[in-house]
C-alpha cells in the first residue's frame, strides 16, 4: 500500500502523512527531507544554489539515508545526522530553488523510488502522486489557504525556537509556491486521480481521520484486508 500525500509549503503533509502512517502501521518518507539535505550540502559546502550540475554530483555523491522511526524520519549524510539541520529557515528558503534543477530531481527521485519499492509507505512531498510514484494506492492533494500556511510555518519555526516575522513567512511561502508551480520540471500540481483537501479550515488530526478513511474506501474497493 502506498499513500501519496502532495502540496504546497505549509499545508501540513508531513504532519498529517506521519499520523497516518502511524495509524496505518506502514513507514513514512518525507521526500523534501531528501532535497533539504542536498541543499544543506549545498550551503555547507559554498555550492551555489544556482549551479545544477555540481548540485546533482552533491546529491549523486552523498549518499542521503532516511531511516522511519516512530518520531519521524532520521536524515543521515555518510553517517551525520542532519534531521535537525535541514529544518533551519536558511535552507527552508533555498530548498524550492534547489529541487527545480533537473540533475537534482533524477538522483534524488531514483532514491525515493527505491525506497517506496520495498513496501508500504506513507510519502508526503510535491510530486509524489505525479511523478515518483503514480501508481501509488492513493493519491492526495493537501493545500489551505496561503495565509493560514504561512501561520502555520511560522508557528513550526516557533516550535524549534526559530522566530519570524509573519510577513517574511508570509513572503517565503508566497515565493516558494511561485518557484515549485513554475519549475520546468516536476512543477507542483495535482495528479491525476488525487482527492484534493482543503485543509484551510481543519486540524491535522481531522485531516488525518479523512485519509485514513480514503484508504479503507481503496482497501475496501480493492478486496484487500
Excluded at 499520523?19 to 521526500?31: F, K, S
Excluded at 554530483?57 to 534531521?83: K, M
Excluded at 493545500?143 to 524549534?160: F, G, N, Q, V, Y
Aim: net charge negative; charged share 30%.
Amino acid at each position: 500500500m502506498i499513500v501519496a500525500i502532495d502540496g504546497p509549503a505549509g499545508a501540513g503533509k508531513s504532519t498529517v502523512a506521519r499520523e497516518v502512517a502511524r495509524r496505518l502501521g506502514v513507514a513514512y518518507l518525507d521526500t523534501g527531507a531528501m532535497y533539504r539535505a542536498v541543499t544543506w550540502l549545498a550551503l555547507r559546502d559554498g555550492v551555489p544554489v544556482g549551479d545544477g550540475e555540481a548540485l546533482a554530483a552533491l546529491a549523486r555523491d552523498n549518499p542521503i539515508e532516511i531511516e522511519p522511526t516512530e518520531e519521524g524520519d532520521r536524515v543521515r549524510i555518510a553517517g551525520r545526522d542532519v534531521t535537525a539541520d535541514i529544518r533551519m529557515p536558511e535552507v527552508a528558503a533555498e530548498v524550492s530553488e534547489v529541487s527545480a534543477h533537473p540533475g537534482v530531481r533524477e538522483q534524488v527521485v531514483a532514491a525515493q523510488r527505491a525506497l517506496l519499492a520495498s513496501g508500504s509507505w506513507v510519502s508526503d512531498g510535491r510530486d509524489v502522486g505525479s511523478v515518483v510514484c503514480p501508481h501509488a494506492d492513493l493519491k492526495v492533494f493537501l493545500t489551505a489557504s496561503l495565509e493560514e500556511r504561512a501561520r502555520r510555518r511560522r508557528a513550526d519555526l516557533r516550535a524549534r525556537g526559530v522566530e519570524m516575522d509573519a510577513e517574511r513567512v508570509l513572503e517565503d511561502v508566497r515565493r516558494r509556491d511561485r518557484l515549485d508551480s513554475t519549475r520546468a520540471v516536476s512543477p507542483l500540481r495535482v495528479a491525476r486521480g488525487a482527492v484534493v483537501v482543503d485543509s484551510s479550515e481543519m486540524d491535522a488530526a481531522e485531516v488525518a481521520d479523512l485519509v485514513v478513511r480514503l484508504v479503507e474506501d481503496v482497501r475496501a474497493a480493492s478486496g484487500a484486508p
